[in-house]
């Protein structure tokens, strides 16, 4: 990756029970999630990158510019910094309508700087039928577009998302996850997206950094990181696959679509896709049973051979199992007795039967 396409993030940061040290270099587009428990460091990361702690010691280089150089004492305050930032809660400006709020960022940009039109941010975020309203007329999954609409409206080289859906119920984050999901194929800009819900950064992220007591425990492709047992991401009811698939061909008879990645062939729930587009979709661990001999008298549909790579504890008479499709890492989670059973150890040969397959986007 080039320096002048990327982020990177240099950073010391000391206070009395507690130490960020980071040195991260972050790609240049795509949603990068920063994922860890609470008190990991995650929100401070956002806030060094935005110039709100000037305490922090280090280099930041966004897209080739520099914003913070403590050897050569830069740095550069917040209102210099081409960034947008929203926050938990969207912090719309109640005196403004739709339209205003928009338009606040949008004249803040001289107009030979701007990346990103009106119609495009209205059409990215889709609220172009909501400029007229106020902000306590807006639903909260509408209050969040508006707001990251506003950030977008500045024309940012980076976007900073604090937890964007925390403040959600089900129903509100279902209405905005596709959008998100366009800031993550349409932009072309780093998105630093801060969470602790590993569904979202399985559906939303491309890259991860994994954080502990501020310091880096695994950054990577989120694909990998999800699947390595070494990591707590592969442990307990939550861990599970993302995988990458083509749409090959819809069956509308029985509403099924087949999907091809590079370790086979997925039947999914019949999808809205063209033959050629890309799915997103999620195999749970808790999902995969394992055989030795492909089974017939089955309704699972599908079934893929697999390799075992290797064999971890997880919970108490459960084992996490590593596999092999071709060059794509699965987890199935078995019992211990099935493990011994199986005889399940890396090299063994054996067939993963998914029983349940989740289409993310």
């Known amino acids: ?22 040195d991260l270099t972050l790609p240049g587009d795509g949603i990068t999630a920063l994922f860890g428990a609470s008190g990991s460091g995650k929100t401070t990361v956002l806030r060094i990158l935005a110039g709100l702690e000037p305490a922090a010691r280090g280099r930041i280089c966004v897209q080739g510019e520099v914003w913070q150089n403590s050897d050569q004492n830069l740095f550069k305050p917040i209102h210099q910094r081409a960034l947008g930032y929203v926050f938990q809660e969207a912090s719309l400006f109640e005196h403004l309508n739709v339209q205003g709020n928009l338009q606040y960022g949008f004249t803040r940009t001289p107009a030979k700087e701007r990346k990103q039109s009106w119609n495009d941010t209205l059409a990215l975020l889709g609220i172009g039928h909501l400029l007229k309203r106020w902000p306590h007329e807006l639903s909260g999954g509408e209050r969040q577009r508006v707001a990251i609409a506003r950030a977008l409206a500045t024309s940012p080289r980076l976007l900073l998302l604090d937890e964007p859906l925390a403040a959600l119920d089900s129903p509100r984050k279902a209405e905005i996850l596709p959008y998100l999901e366009r800031l993550q194929t349409e932009l072309r800009l780093p998105v630093i997206y801060v969470t602790h819900a590993i569904d979202e950064v399985a559906r939303l992220a491309d890259h991860m950094v994994l954080l502990d007591t501020g310091r880096v425990t695994a950054f990577g492709p989120t694909a990998e990181l999800l699947t390595r047992l070494d990591l707590p991401l592969a442990r307990g009811d939550t861990a599970g696959a993302v995988l990458h698939c083509k749409v090959v061909s819809h069956d509308d008879r029985d509403h099924l679509t087949l999907a091809r990645f590079a370790g086979g062939e997925l039947t999914v729930a019949r999808q809205k896709a063209d033959p050629g587009q890309t799915l997103r979709v999620r195999v749970a661990a808790r999902d995969v049973s394992l055989t030795l001999q492909r089974q017939t008298d089955t309704s699972i549909l599908n079934i893929l051979p697999c390799t075992v790579s290797a064999v971890s504890p997880d919970s108490h008479g459960q084992v996490m199992v590593s596999l092999c499709a071709g060059d794509t890492a699965l987890l199935a989670r078995v019992t211990t007795r099935s493990g011994h059973a199986l005889g399940l150890k890396p090299g063994t040969a054996v067939y993963a039967q998914i029983k349940g397959v989740a289409v993310l986007g």
């Open 1 to 22: 990756m080039s320096p002048a396409s990327g982020l990177q993030l240099k950073t010391l940061l000391k206070r009395q029970d507690f130490t960020l040290d980071l």
